[in-house]
């Protein structure tokens, strides 16, 4: 109405110009449409004093109007964020209640294979070695080794074996990679790979994980005496980011030893990484944030996005050696030295594989640099004296 009133004003003034061409003749009648015209000029005044006021108080009342908006959609947000929350802990405490079933049924196998066992063989002139007593149900994390022990023949010794990470460039051994391995009195061994497909298979995987990082620390500890700045790189499953419990036992861990946290370098599958729900994704970053490193392993240029890799705090990233010559890897591995992310070749089995990583990677692995050696049971014991005279 601003626009309207100010063209009302202009009949005030005309009035006033037409009263001041009568003040002459007519005095009388030019004062009274002059002061006509004051009347309404003051009138139209307040009346756009008013409006604007107005308008000052709904600007107001709109923008409280939007901020209202706003909370109300973020309240709806966190609602339905808190009920999909809700849903997910009642998911996972049904698992959880499976796994204990799965977990009490696991030991008693156990037992009766021991059992049967032990009555089978009375007259070996080599005894056998005494039956250990059924784990209490307080630790799992001991419990799965000795099941996957027994169920592949009942003597077998979970074993460490390092596998030397070269540095390309020199040729030096800069890092290990750990494995594990199930070794019988006659000293064959089961491969790395068989012993996790076997855990993978029958639920084991997230204890053996555990296991297989209480068995790294004090290796580690006792090889950073030569070389502080060597980390050993321990394989995780998906399985084990899924367990809350398995990540709190080996956060534990990492605790006990924390000047060796930056050590231990948690080497994930990228298929695994993929599958990962919103649990595992936070179980990897508390691994990330208790100070230990976190690699992607068997990558694929395809869908790989260094940048949300780096964010999540991913430090390595390695591939197959038969995969250096393909021409996405080029871009990949320039914007990853960006991105402080170093690379890795792995499963390298020629020369001409070593010649060809050693373009786009720092680090090397595999058959054509060393085997994995097996870690004798007593390598870390030596280290335990020189960690309580540094603590002293």
């Known amino acids: 109405m601003v626009p309207a009133l100010v063209g009302l004003s202009i009949f005030p003034l005309v009035a006033a110009g037409i009263a001041a061409l009568l003040v002459d003749g007519r005095p009388l009648v030019a004062a009274a449409i002059l002061m006509l015209a004051f009347g309404l000029m003051l009138a139209a005044v307040m009346i756009m004093v008013r409006l604007s006021h107005q308008d000052t108080a709904l600007a107001g009342q709109q923008a409280f109007q939007d901020e209202l908006d706003a909370r109300m959609r973020m309240a709806i947000a966190r609602l339905v964020g808190l009920e999909e929350q809700a849903r997910r802990s009642t998911a996972q405490a049904a698992r959880s209640e499976e796994i204990a079933a799965e977990m009490t049924a696991l030991r008693r196998e156990v037992s009766d294979l021991l059992k049967a066992q032990h009555q ?54 800069s890092h290990y990679r750990a494995q594990i391995g199930l070794t019988d009195s006659r000293g064959k061994t089961v491969s790395h790979d068989e012993v996790m497909q076997k855990a993978d298979q029958g639920g084991l995987r997230a204890s053996l994980d555990a296991r297989l990082v209480k068995m790294v620390v004090p290796v580690l500890r006792r090889l950073r005496l030569r070389n502080p700045g060597l980390r050993i790189f321990v ?78 705090g991913v ?18 591995v320039k914007t990853a030295r960006v991105l402080n992310i170093e690379v890795a070749a792995a499963a390298v089995r020629t020369q001409q594989q070593a010649a060809s990583a050693s373009k786009l990677a720092r680090y090397g692995h595999g058959p054509h640099f060393a085997p994995p050696r097996k870690v004798r049971a007593d390598a870390g014991i030596a280290a335990a004296p020189v960690r309580r005279a540094n603590a002293a």
Not at 238 to 244: C, N, V
Not at 278 to 290: C, D, K, P, Q
Not at 297 to 309: E, I, K, W
């Open 235 to 312: 394989p995780v499953g998906r399985a084990t980011l899924a367990s809350r419990e398995e990540v709190v036992r080996i956060l534990a861990l990492l605790r006990r030893d924390g000047d060796l946290t930056d050590g231990i370098v948690f080497d994930l599958a990228q298929q695994d990484l993929g599958q990962l729900d919103a649990g595992g994704i936070e179980n990897l970053a508390r691994l990330a944030r208790s100070g230990a490193l976190l690699s992607v392993s068997n990558a694929d240029p395809a869908g790989l996005d260094l940048p949300a890799l780096r964010q999540l």
């Open 315 to 332: 430090n390595y990233l390695s591939f197959p050696a038969d995969a250096a010559s393909v021409p996405a890897w080029a871009g990949l």
């Open 120 to 173: 089978a063989r009375p007259a070996q002139s080599v005894p056998a070695a005494p039956a250990p007593a059924a784990p209490a149900p307080a630790a799992p994390a001991a419990a799965a080794p000795a099941a996957l022990a027994e169920r592949s023949g009942g003597r077998d010794e979970i074993t460490l074996w390092l596998e030397p990470v070269i540095e390309l460039a020199t040729g030096n051994t």
